[in-house]
């Protein structure tokens, strides 16, 4: 990472950094960068401007691994992401993904770097479905609120990704203090459709596209409920109740419709969002509280033709977990956030452990800078409420909460989110039990690179905004 670990050599890297950077693109410019002739003046005058075209993409991730090298780590407990758990065991990664995984006995190539995992656990790193870090960043004031576009109640056409600050201090210290390796930010819910959400590798860069996750699905996020009813009804416009809401939502997927069966209409891209949704492309993260919403919007859905991937908050998620296993529906939960407004008030502290016991998705979400560090704590604790109450849920199964069930209800778990052969080498080293909340990671590792290691802090990636800083790199 940094040669010099003080600010000022950092400072005076970044500086070299960007005086190569200018030189270089000073020397790769060539004839471009030569005054214009009279005749290339012509030419761009007769040239006709287009736009990309809709479907072909945009924005597209610059995304690229870290240096990284051969690496296994051989003699700790390993769970695997998907409810399996190795004692002893040997997790092997190189050219950036996971080579093997398996009990003591693996082969392990000579001339690599191996770690001791005696007394430590393995996991996949860890994924937070419900982010908001880059659009709501550190330091939380005015001008960096950028996570909803509060000025109608569907904007299917803004997307999350045109908001992330990429020197959001929260991302590292996501990294160092929770072991994300993966995240979804997310629009905020003032509204009905309020945009994409973007995932992210939790990797420092100078732009959005360098974080951008290569080859995840878009998702758009929508609310019902309280937020949007509340937001817009104070305003004097509809949707002031729940069935406005729903009506609302009904009248633009209907207008989707007729956009997407209409080849002569003219480009839209509040529809061409909806129409990915139509298509399948683009998945449905939904904001929803209430079970008898949620049964609402499964019908929406099905009356429209698209598929919800997840409600999240979902805190009555528990009284409807059969429909959901049914429809094969993920809750995004909290462990123990209830009570803080009506549609809130009948969250229960079992709400993880009833769904699993239903066979239904569970995945533990943040919805907050400090919770994402400490996702794995969240997970223990919505484990304990269930086993208060009889249901014995396994550690393994636990992990899968904060790993593969969030990979899958955001379409990267084919990607990550499980310790299996050829997928990117996520993986964290804790120095403990990982649902214990005395244990932290020790090291962290994104397509294997290492990305963070505790036994040498400077190895924590420090944004340009906390350079300077007291306190400056600290791991907190």
């Known amino acids: 990472m940094f040669a010099d670990g003080s600010a000022r050599g950092r400072i005076a890297l970044a500086a070299t950094l960007a005086s190569a950077l200018a030189l270089a693109a ?64 040997v997790v092997f990664m190189s050219g950036g993904k996971i080579t093997a995984v398996g009990g003591p006995d693996t082969p392990i190539p000579a001339d690599i770097a191996v770690f001791d995992g ?17 659009d709501y960043p550190s330091p939380g004031v005015d001008a960096h609120s950028d996570g909803n576009e509060a000025t109608s109640p569907t904007t299917p056409e803004v997307w999350a990704e045109h908001s992330v600050w990429p020197q959001d201090p929260g991302f590292s210290r996501a990294l160092a203090n929770g072991g994300v390796t993966a995240l979804q930010i997310l629009p905020g819910s003032a509204n009905l459709m309020g945009g994409r959400s973007v995932t992210l590798k939790n990797v420092p860069a100078r732009t959005m596209q360098g974080m ?46 007729d956009y997407a069966n209409d080849p002569k209409a003219k480009r839209d891209l509040a529809k061409e969002t909806l129409v990915g949704v139509l298509k399948g492309e683009i998945l449905i993260q939904n904001h929803c509280y209430r079970a008898d919403e949620m049964a609402l919007v499964l019908d929406m859905a099905k009356e429209m033709g698209y598929k919800v991937a997840a409600f999240h908050h979902a805190v009555e998620a528990y009284k409807i977990g059969d429909l959901l296993r049914e429809n094969d529906v993920c809750s995004a939960i909290w462990a123990d ?26 995945v533990i979400h943040s919805d907050d800078q400090n919770d994402i560090q400490r996702l794995n704590q969240e997970a223990r604790k919505a484990q304990m409420a269930g086993l208060r109450m009889g249901m014995d849920i396994p550690d393994a ?39 214990s909340v005395y244990s932290r990671p020790e090291k962290v590792w994104i397509d294997g690179a290492l990305m963070f290691d505790a036994m040498n802090p400077k190895t924590r990636p420090v944004s340009d905004f906390e350079l300077g800083q007291p306190g400056e790199g600290d791991v907190k």
């Open 212 to 257: 951008k996750f290569p080859g995840a699905p878009y998702s758009m996020k929508m609310a019902c409920g309280e937020n949007p009813k509340r937001v817009y009804g104070n305003r004097g416009r509809m949707p002031s109740t729940r069935m406005g809401n729903i009506a609302v939502n009904r009248e633009t997927w209907l207008a989707a419709i």
């Open 337 to 362: 956030w209830y009570g803080f407004k009506m549609e809130s008030y009948d969250g229960i502290l079992e709400n993880a452990a009833f769904l699993q016991r239903e066979g239904a998705c569970v």
């Open 118 to 134: 005696a007394g430590k656990f393995v996991t996949p790193g860890i994924i937070d479905i419900h982010s908001h870090l880059g």
């Open 397 to 435: 199964t636990v992990i899968q909460w904060i790993t593969y069930n969030a990979a899958k209800a955001m379409g990267i778990a084919d990607k990550t989110g499980s310790l299996e052969t050829g997928k990117m080498a996520d993986v964290v080293l804790w120095n403990g039990d990982p649902l």
């Open 26 to 89: 000073c020397s790769t410019t060539g004839d471009s960068a030569k005054p214009a002739s009279a005749s290339s003046k012509s030419e761009q005058s007769d040239k006709k401007f287009v736009a990309t075209p809709a479907g072909e993409p945009v924005f597209a991730s610059t995304y690229k691994p870290f240096p990284n090298v051969a690496t296994a780590i051989r003699g700790a407990t390993v769970y695997d992401g998907k409810g399996g758990k190795i004692e002893n065991g």
